[in-house]
Nanobody, 124 residues
């Protein structure tokens, strides 16, 4: 059974930083692309970042480019999202997802397993 478990969310002031973690179990982690998405209340799910299985290719959503960094540790079956210079508009539930593909994707339908989400709240 494939499981993705996010952690690291919380409340932070604008300009602050948070690091989200996602632990993956139940699949050959290094064979899959990984991604982070987010969903704010009343809004559609939004692509945040994605990384290929080797970690050498990354893509970011325009709203987080230059502030967020995605990384992965295949030895630990972990993927991370370092979030710096946080803004109130970054407030959302953040989801980790796994895609059975080599090339990373910003499209949510390409991902077959999702975590339960972790809340990030940025106060102004």
């Amino acid at each position: 059974q494939v499981q993705l478990v996010e952690s690291g969310g919380g409340l932070v002031q604008a300009g602050g930083s948070l690091r989200l973690s996602c632990a993956v179990s139940g699949r050959t982690f290094r064979s899959y692309a990984m991604g982070w998405f987010r969903q704010a209340p009343g809004k559609e799910r939004e692509f945040v970042a994605t990384i290929n299985w080797q970690g050498g290719i990354t893509f970011y959503g325009e709203s987080v480019k230059g502030r967020f960094t995605i990384s992965r540790d295949n030895a630990k079956n972990m993927v991370y999202l370092q979030m710096n210079s946080l803004k109130p508009e970054d407030t959302a539930v953040y989801y980790c997802a796994s895609a059975p593909r080599v090339v990373p994707s910003p499209v949510s339908v390409d991902y077959d397993y999702w975590g339960q989400g972790t809340q990030v709240t940025v106060s102004s």
